[in-house]
């Protein structure tokens, strides 16, 4: 079975600041990684991901993670936070043999100006 | 491409009465999942399809809910008798197997009074 944590229901960020969003992961095969955004009244939107090769992956909006294979997470990044950057962000999971993904339970994002 | 059309956008309905929400999925995507968001639980996914075919349905909460997929581009989710706490936002993704992520839409919020 694979599982997603996402360990923290809300981070706060001042504008300007940089932001993480923690993510860790179990499953059986090699994981594909993804993350996604909701904003209000919206449904979930791609962000990015990771499937293999070069453990930092660049997204939208300037977003980014890095995979760590030894420590199971793939933490979601920002240099620089934006008010709009506020929204709710999943991470997913899926392994390289099936078709499911499992979604963590998602985290609020509050960028403060 | 118009991506995953999902209708009604707001749907309030009386207990007891039958409900019906609508999905319609990327042209030439072969897997549809139907999930359900609520403060309290998240993300829930209730049904899973391939290539039209109900592949997993342990998520659904009770007989009052069956999905169907009757053909590659429309799928239903149907909740008779409706109650009060079926109230969520019901969320409709598609996918091509073995792709990487989902393309979800935009949502029925629905309201049981």
């Known amino acids: 079975a694979q599982s997603v944590a996402q360990p923290e229901d809300q981070v706060n960020v001042a504008e300007g600041n940089p932001l993480t969003v923690k993510c860790t992961y179990s499953?059986?095969?090699?994981?594909?990684l993804f993350w996604y955004v909701q904003y209000p009244n919206r449904g979930l939107q791609f962000l990015l991901k990771?499937?293999?090769?070069?453990?930092l992956v660049k997204g939208s909006y300037g977003f980014e993670a890095e995979f760590n294979k030894s420590q199971t997470s793939f933490h979601l990044k920002k240099p620089s936070a934006l008010v709009s950057d506020s929204a709710l962000y999943f991470c997913?999971?899926?392994?390289?043999?099936?078709?499911?993904?499992?979604f963590g339970g998602g985290t609020r994002l509050m960028v403060k100006p | 491409d118009a991506g995953v059309i999902q209708s009604p956008r707001h749907e309030v309905t009386e207990m007891g009465q039958e409900v019906t929400l609508r999905c319609k999925p990327i042209?030439?995507?072969?897997?549809l999942f139907w999930y359900r968001q609520t403060m309290m639980r998240g993300l829930e996914l209730l049904i899973y399809?391939?290539?039209?075919?109900?592949?997993?349905d342990s998520g659904m909460p009770e007989d009052r809910f069956s999905a169907k997929m009757p053909n590659a581009s429309f799928s239903t989710l149907k909740i008779q008798p409706s109650e009060p706490r079926d109230s969520a936002v019901y969320f409709c993704?598609?996918?091509?197997?073995?792709?990487?992520?989902?393309?979800f839409g935009s949502g029925t919020r629905l309201t049981v009074v």
């Open positions: 993704a598609s996918s091509l197997q073995g792709a990487l992520g989902y393309t």
């Open positions: 042209s030439g995507h072969n897997s």
């Open positions: 997913a999971v899926r392994d390289d043999a099936g078709n499911m993904l499992t």
């Open positions: 990771y499937i293999t090769g070069d453990n």
């Open positions: 399809f391939n290539n039209n075919v109900p592949i997993d």
């Open positions: 499953v059986s095969g090699n994981p594909y």
